[in-house]
């Protein structure tokens, strides 16, 4: 039975699985530090050894230079490499999985790590559904008629009930809501209307190695982060035919 079908993510709209071991948790992060650190020496910026907290070496115009999407994704080497994990091969499989998503048109896999620093508000999104990225954007060149899409988001650096993915359960099927737009990074970001305002969000109890399996018509967003840490977290899209 693939994921999806399961009662479950019927109901709720996501669920959290198992995926990473210690092993290659350890890995990702070692490959999402060199990423980070190598894009720190090009603007000639002090690396960072421990990336849970880069937020005291890193000012905050600097910050908010240095993070577009682009400068975020997993080279193509690394993406090879997770993609080829054991874990990562089944959780696609399970998922009926026929490509992973290229919305900035790299021609590799968009798979791509978040960093929230702590108390940090300008570092975290508004409540969307990924749907309405989509729609906004012309489908970024994938057919909504060929595709269902998923999401996944894998917590890296995290502190449980101080700073996860925050997840509204059943607002998948919720056919009232609505949303405003802007444009911001060279895209058109969905913006849920604050007349919806009555969507309740939880924290998931995701822990650093989980995966956050969740419908693309699920409101969700990011937490603000209270814990003393930097948050770091990794996510794509899944496209399965349909």
Not at 9 to 30: A, C, M, N, Q, W
Not at 101 to 130: A, K, T
Not at 145 to 173: D, M, Q
């Amino acid at each position: 039975m693939k994921l999806q079908d399961q009662e479950a993510y019927i109901r709720d709209g996501f669920t959290v699985v198992p995926l990473l071991s210690t092993k290659e948790h350890s890995e990702l992060l070692s490959r999402i530090g060199i990423q980070l650190n190598s894009i720190l020496n090009r603007n000639s910026i002090e690396t960072v050894s421990d990336l849970g907290q880069y937020h005291c070496f890193v000012n905050d115009a600097v910050h908010m230079s240095l993070w577009s999407k682009r400068n975020r994704i997993l080279s193509r080497d690394d993406s090879e490499w997770f993609l080829s994990l054991d874990s990562v091969v089944n959780l696609l499989g399970m998922l009926g999985t026929t490509l992973i998503s290229d919305e900035e048109s790299l021609s590799r896999p968009n798979i791509y790590w978040r960093l929230v620093r702590p108390n940090s508000p300008s570092d975290v999104g508004p409540l969307h559904r990924d749907e309405w990225f989509w729609e906004l954007n012309n489908y970024f060149g994938y057919p909504d008629s060929k595709y269902i899409r998923t999401k996944i988001w894998i917590p890296l650096i995290v502190e449980k009930s101080l700073n996860s993915l925050l997840v509204s359960p059943g607002s998948h099927a919720d056919q009232n809501l609505q949303f405003s737009k802007i444009y911001r990074d060279g895209i058109y970001k969905p913006v849920l209307d604050s007349n919806s305002s009555d969507v309740s969000v939880k924290m998931t109890d995701a822990a650093v190695g989980d995966a956050v399996i969740f419908h693309d018509r699920l409101v969700h967003g990011g937490s603000l982060n209270l814990a003393g840490t930097t948050r770091f977290s990794m996510e794509f899209t899944c496209m399965s035919s349909i």
